[in-house]
């Protein structure tokens, strides 16, 4: 498979994994209820498909492979961490933690899933 199509297969899997967890997380775990919940799944969708393309694309070219999933992941949950503390209005530590979740979920099930490809 291309590694192109691999990013695409990745990115579709991401959105499915990451986009429902986040809705969840936000609406029954962090009690998130003064924002639509169109607005969290457009916002989960943003965060991911702003920074998947990074990871893939921009990062791995200069990172070492030894330390790719630390620095790439760590960047990915940082960055939709200040995503949705800043379009969400969830407190830093509240935004980091559920970043945290669904990049670790979508990490293991996207991989036994690409992995099954």
Do not use: C, Q
């Not at 969290?40 to 492979?65: E, G, K, N, Q, R």
């Not at 669904?102 to 991989?111: E, F, M, T």
């Amino acid at each position: 498979m291309l590694y192109e199509t691999k990013f695409l297969v990745s990115l579709g899997t991401t959105l499915a994994i990451e986009i429902p967890l986040v809705a969840l997380i936000m609406r029954y775990v962090i009690r998130l209820r003064e924002v639509s919940f169109w607005k969290v799944l457009f916002v989960a969708f943003l965060a991911s498909t702003v920074t998947l393309p990074y990871l893939w694309f921009v990062i791995s070219p200069y990172v070492d492979a030894r330390f790719y999933l630390l620095v790439g992941e760590s960047f990915v949950v940082i960055f939709e961490m200040i995503i949705f503390w800043l379009l969400l209005g969830v407190r830093i530590h509240k935004a980091f933690a559920v970043s945290l979740a669904v990049n670790v979920a979508s990490y293991y099930l996207g991989g036994l899933l690409l992995k099954l490809l």
